[in-house]
């Protein structure tokens, strides 16, 4: 009987590399054990209650050093940085799994930028509002809450500005989520009579709406994740939502990436009961303040930073909710609070003010970042 050597050649190669794929895998895992270990060894020898689970800068630190130590690739930065995301998840929970409270339900955008930050091995909690965040860290039900704080295209968050003022938590960090819209549902595109959505995507998708579906009945829900479970739960419909939405509600992705405008990104902060963070030198500072009723105050706050040469890269003024026509103003600068100029320049704020929150520093977003307690 005849063989066909043709094939012995490649399928010899196959079977070797396989080999040699599953002697590297045997050793990725003994060097992820010893990884481990080492984490463990950090987290039994540092103070966790004083700096928290999360110490943003240092699994920052590590993030950069991945993507730099990788750059020949054939693996991509964001392909390693998603790897060791999950990695410092795993080795954060051997010493404290981390409870993240977030703007629920699952699937949320607020859902997708929590479980991207701090991987599969911590616990999400779905709060049903953003105060609701806020009142389960402060309670001690979670270590951390994620809330949107602003949208490059809709501008800041009104309801996470406004739960700043009584809450008594601290900024240790930040996340910049790109946002795209799909259009998500169980039949075909031609199928669909009725649209679910929420205000937002629904702003942010007008024009591919006005465009595609103009007859259609449009309904805006609480959330995109909503939207998503109804349009799961009724033929002919749809929803506009994300692709964890798809996911979550065994939906399928009718149309991808229909918001208007392409370059459309979310910015959520992460909350704690208390932070305590070092400088990197790419670091921002949330303050809030209440500037006392006369003429030129605002001037008088502002040329306090203008002079040490500090940007305030935000001012966002909000009514206060104690007197009619007070206001409270939310601003974020550029520096980190224990440096020589923003210090001095928050310590000449407090005698312009009547009322002063530094609500935390924390590196920015595609600077110094990326996270772990145990790395």
Known sequence: MLTDQSQSGPAEEVKSARREIDRIDDEIVDLLNQRARWAQRIGAAKDVTAHGPYVPEREQEVLRHVREAGKAGPLSGDHLSGIY?????????????????????PATFTHQAATQEFGDSSSFLSQASIPDVFTEVQRGGAD????????????AVHETLDSFVDA???????????????????????????????????????QYIARNFPTRNIVTVVSTARAAELAAAEPGTAALANGLAAEEYGLNVIEADIQ????????????????????????????????????????????????RRINLSSIQSRPSRRRVWEYVFFVELTGHEKDSAVAEALKE?????????????????GQEQDSATTT
Not at 85 to 98: D, T
Not at 176 to 203: K, M, S
Not at 279 to 297: E, Y
Not at 350 to 360: H, N, S, T
Request: net charge neutral; proline share 6%.
């Open 85 to 105: 995301r999950q990695i410092i998840s795993a080795c954060r929970a051997l010493e404290h799994p981390l409870r993240v409270a977030y703007l629920g339900p």
């Open 168 to 206: 008594e938590v601290k900024v240790c960090g930040e996340i910049v989520l790109p946002i795209a819209f799909q259009l998500l549902g169980l039949g075909d595109r031609d199928q669909i009579e009725t649209i679910y959505t929420n205000p937002v995507a629904l702003a942010q998708c007008r």
């Open 144 to 155: 951390l809450g994620v809330v949107p704080v602003e949208n490059s295209t809709d501008g």
């Open 260 to 307: 208007d405008m392409t370059a459309n990104y979310t910015r959520f902060f992460v909350i704690a009961p208390s932070a305590i963070s070092q400088p990197t030198g790419h670091d921002k500072t949330a303050v809030l303040f209440s500037i006392r009723d006369r003429v030129g105050a605002l001037r008088d706050v502002v040329e306090l930073f203008a002079q």
């Open 349 to 365: 704020l407090e005698p312009l003010c009547a009322f002063v929150k530094v609500l935390g520093s924390w590196a920015r977003q």
